[in-house]
């Protein structure tokens, strides 16, 4: 049985800019691909940084309004003579919030929550940029059919992982949610069938109604 990791479903054609790339060549690359943000790369190809859509309206607010309506700038420099000229090195986020290859896609979703952010470059070893994972990449796991989902637990977990006979455990499927009813041969493979079955890929809750033949736990009889 193998779960889906981030490399499963991440962009893998990703478009990336230098830390010299211009400010006005960012903003036409982002709207021409309508993607909305952009790695940014140094001299040996490693992420250093990451402009957004939000990066760079950011920085165009600071700038003055020419009808006297905008806010006051932080400093004279803010508008001095090539500040226009301002690169992604000037502009970029970082520290850079990354998934590695070869995450799961549970680790992923919770970096993702933790650090409330929609997008996440993925790095190999070398933190080289692989791949872009999105929010909306992690939800096609979710678009399983529920027929999928129950094969892979009859045959994948129950019985090539756990060896259990088949008509052991009834399992029924409705939008990912797995229902299971039946009796297996021992206390302890209760928590065990439940861990397995929830980590199966599209599975969203999980109702256990699963009986047991012995008591094998310490306390039992």
Same mark, same amino acid.
Not at 81 to 104: E, F, K, N, Y
């Given at each position: !049985?193998?779960?889906?990791?981030?490399?499963?479903? !991440?962009?893998?054609?990703?478009?990336?800019?230098?830390?010299?790339?211009?400010?006005?060549?960012?903003?036409?690359?982002?709207?021409?691909?309508?993607?909305?943000?952009?790695?940014?790369?140094?001299?040996?190809?490693?992420?250093?940084?990451? @402009?957004?859509?939000?990066?760079?309206?950011?920085?165009? /607010?600071?700038?003055?309004?020419? *009808?006297? %309506?905008?806010?006051?700038?932080?400093?004279?420099?803010?508008?001095?003579?090539?500040?226009?000229? /301002?690169?992604?090195?000037?502009? !970029?986020?970082?520290?850079?919030?990354?998934?590695?290859?070869?995450?799961?896609?549970?680790?992923?979703?919770?970096? !993702?929550?933790?650090?409330?952010?929609?997008?996440l470059p993925v790095v190999d070893d070398t933190d080289h940029v692989i791949g872009m994972v999105?929010?909306?990449?992690?939800?096609?796991?979710?678009?399983?059919?529920?027929?999928?989902?129950?094969?892979?637990?009859?045959?994948?977990?129950?019985?090539?992982?756990?060896?259990?006979?088949?008509?052991? @455990?009834q399992v029924h499927v409705v939008d990912g949610v797995v229902s299971l009813e039946g009796k297996?041969?021992?206390?302890?493979?209760?928590?065990?069938?439940? %861990?397995?079955?929830?980590? @199966?890929? *599209?599975?969203?809750?999980?109702?256990?109604?699963?009986?047991?033949?012995?008591?094998?736990?310490?306390? *039992?009889?």
């Amino acid at each position: !049985m193998r779960h889906r990791i981030v490399d499963d479903l !991440m962009t893998r054609d990703v478009i990336t800019v230098q830390e010299e790339t211009p400010f006005k060549e960012i903003a036409e690359i982002l709207t021409e691909q309508e993607i909305s943000a952009v790695p940014v790369l140094d001299s040996s190809g490693r992420l250093v940084g990451l @402009v957004s859509e939000a990066d760079l309206i950011r920085k165009e /607010a600071a700038q003055a309004d020419p *009808g006297g %309506r905008g806010p006051v700038p932080r400093s004279a420099s803010e508008f001095e003579p090539g500040v226009a000229a /301002a690169t992604a090195r000037d502009v !970029m986020s970082a520290p850079v919030l990354i998934a590695r290859s070869g995450w799961s896609v549970v680790e992923t979703a919770r970096a !993702m929550k933790q650090d409330n952010v929609k997008r996440l470059p993925v790095v190999d070893d070398t933190d080289h940029v692989i791949g872009m994972v999105s929010r909306r990449d992690l939800l096609r796991v979710f678009l399983r059919s529920d027929r999928a989902i129950r094969e892979e637990i009859e045959y994948d977990v129950l019985r090539e992982t756990l060896a259990l006979d088949p008509g052991t @455990v009834q399992v029924h499927v409705v939008d990912g949610v797995v229902s299971l009813e039946g009796k297996v041969p021992r206390r302890s493979l209760v928590p065990v069938v439940e %861990r397995l079955c929830r980590g @199966v890929d *599209g599975v969203v809750g999980l109702e256990s109604r699963l009986a047991f033949v012995e008591d094998d736990s310490s306390d *039992g009889g």
